[in-house]
């Protein structure tokens, strides 16, 4: 099965940098994906990593290391609209994914 | 818009009831997928279909039946539920089952289970 912990809430000054953390154990990977979900509305697709190392997509990046069962995403620039929930998930087999329990990020002025 | 939707938005039923949700996607995808969210819980996965085929079944009690009748399309028939089956009910579709292949999530429909 697929265990997977990410810290359960973050707070951060608008226009700095957060990183939430995801840690993983798998007994099958076919990638991690990090969705944003705004309350009220569903998961957004924000990011894909199953190679080692850093994937830079404008403000966000995301990052891996599958030896360790590491994963970040980092956000630069925070903006108010950037609260939201962020969801790790790992991605197994027969297109399972299982996903972790979300970090709730506030972002303060 | 992400190009998946659901009816309906919101769903009250008592247990004896029998309802079904929808799921639609307009993305030309392969893969279609059935999500529990419940208050402090993380997305549980419930059905994953194929071209039509059911793929994965996560150990769903029966109460709850999927029928996928084109890939376009994605029930989910419900009947005898229980009070703890309220929740967030999402559906999401992907261009098919590959690894790197990301999930595009409908609006969900929030079920209340009286």
């Known amino acids: 099965g697929q265990n997977i912990d990410q810290p359960t809430e973050m707070t951060a000054t608008e226009g700095a940098i957060v990183q939430i953390n995801c840690t993983y154990q798998t007994s099958g990977f076919n990638g991690l994906f990090w969705y944003q979900q705004h309350a009220g509305e569903a998961p957004t697709f924000l990011s894909y990593n199953v190679l080692d190392g850093l994937e830079e997509k404008g403000r966000f990046s995301s990052f891996l290391s599958r030896s360790k069962g590491y994963s970040y995403l980092l956000l630069k620039e925070l903006q108010m609209k950037d609260s939201a929930s962020y969801l790790c998930?790992?991605?197994?087999?027969?297109?399972?994914?299982?996903f972790g329990d979300g970090t709730t990020l506030t972002v303060k002025p | 818009e992400t190009g998946v939707t659901q009816t309906p938005r919101h769903l009250v039923m008592g247990m004896t009831n029998k309802k079904s949700l929808k799921c639609e996607q307009h993305l030309g995808h392969n893969a279609m997928y059935w999500y529990k969210q419940s208050a402090k819980k993380p997305l549980e996965l419930m059905f994953v279909?194929?071209?039509?085929?059911?793929?994965e079944n996560n150990s769903v009690p029966s109460r709850f039946s999927p029928e996928c009748p084109n890939s376009s399309h994605l029930f989910l028939h419900l009947h005898t539920l229980q009070p703890e089956d309220s929740a967030l009910y999402l559906c999401a579709s992907s261009q098919d089952l590959g690894r790197r292949y990301e999930q595009y999530f409908g609006p969900g429909t929030r079920l209340t289970v009286t």
């Open positions: 279909y194929s071209l039509e085929e059911r793929v």
């Open positions: 998930a790992v991605r197994g087999n027969a297109g399972k994914s299982t």
